[in-house]
C-alpha cells in the first residue's frame, strides 16, 4: 500500500531533550516536507526537500533540522525541544515531474514538550 | 498577498441532504487547487484536485468542486451526506513561487447530525 509512516504518533518530552521523528514513503518521490498543525494557524511548512541532500527552510524552520540522506526517508530533529513546540506534525512527500504536485500525507504525529 | 479563505469554520447538515463547503482565494496567477480532509486522529486525504483540464471536479466518496475563475472561488459540494463526512475539510492552494509550497485555509468543520 503506498503510504507515508511516521513515527512515534504520540510522544511527550521534556524541555531540551533531543528528538527526532521519522517519516518514510515508499512511493518513490522526490519531494517531501514537514508541517506543523496549531489550532488557528492552520498548516505550516517547517522544512523540505526536492531530493537527496537537497533540503530547505519552510515557513517556520526556527528550532527544527532535517536531513535527506535516502530519496525514502525525511527526519526531523528537534535538538532542543520547547513548550512552543508541542504541536501536531505531518509529513508529506510528492512527485516533482509534471505540473500538479499533490502532496500525500502521513497520519501525524502529537508531540507534547513539558 | 496570496491568501485562502474558507468562508464557514463550522457547518452543520443532517444526513441525507446536500453539503457545501465554500472556499475563496486570492491570486493574480491560476493556481492548483486542492480539497483535502482530516478525519479525527488521522492525516490529510486527498479528496480532489483542479488541474485546469475542467472547471468540474470529482473526487473520492462523491465530493466534486466547481472553479470558478471570475468568483476565484473553488466550492466542495455532495449531494447526500453521509455520517463518515464528518471531519475538518481545507482547501488548498499552491504558491505563486513554487506549485510544492501550499497555502491552507483555516479548515472547515463539517457536523453531520443523524
Known amino acids: 500500500e503506498a503510504q507515508v509512516t511516521q513515527n512515534p504518533r504520540y510522544l511527550i518530552t521534556v524541555t531540551g531533550k533531543k528528538l527526532t521523528v521519522t517519516c518514510s514513503q515508499n512511493?518513490?518521490?522526490?519531494?517531501m516536507s514537514w508541517y506543523r498543525q496549531d489550532p488557528g494557524l492552520g498548516l505550516r511548512q517547517i522544512y523540505y526537500s526536492m531530493n537527496v541532500e537537497v533540503t530547505d527552510k519552510g515557513d517556520v524552520p526556527e528550532g527544527y533540522k532535517v536531513s535527506r540522506k535516502e530519496k525514502r526517508n525525511f527526519p526531523l530533529i528537534l535538538e532542543s525541544p520547547s513548550p512552543n513546540q508541542t504541536s501536531l506534525y505531518f509529513c508529506?512527500?510528492?512527485?516533482?515531474?509534471?505540473?500538479?504536485?499533490?502532496?500525500?500525507f502521513g497520519p501525524g504525529t502529537r508531540l507534547t514538550v513539558t | 498577498a496570496q491568501s485562502v479563505t474558507q468562508l464557514d469554520s463550522h457547518v452543520s447538515v443532517s444526513e441525507g441532504t446536500p453539503v457545501l463547503l465554500r472556499c475563496n482565494y486570492s491570486?493574480?496567477?491560476?493556481?492548483?487547487l486542492f480539497w483535502y480532509v482530516q478525519h479525527p486522529n488521522k492525516g490529510l486525504q486527498l479528496l480532489l484536485k483542479?488541474?485546469?483540464?475542467?472547471?468540474l471536479v470529482k473526487g473520492i466518496n462523491g465530493f466534486e468542486a466547481e472553479f470558478k475563475k471570475s468568483e476565484t472561488s473553488f466550492h466542495l459540494t455532495k449531494p447526500s451526506a453521509h455520517m463518515s463526512d464528518a471531519a475538518e475539510y481545507f482547501c488548498?492552494?499552491?504558491?505563486?513561487?513554487?506549485?510544492?509550497?501550499?497555502?491552507f485555509g483555516s479548515g472547515t468543520r463539517l457536523l453531520v447530525r443523524p
Open positions: 488548498v492552494v499552491t504558491r505563486m513561487d513554487s506549485s510544492y509550497k501550499l497555502i
Open positions: 508529506a512527500s510528492s512527485l516533482t515531474s509534471g505540473r500538479v504536485h499533490e502532496q500525500y
Open positions: 491570486s493574480s496567477y491560476s493556481p492548483s
Open positions: 483542479y488541474t485546469s483540464a475542467a472547471t
Open positions: 512511493m518513490n518521490h522526490e519531494y
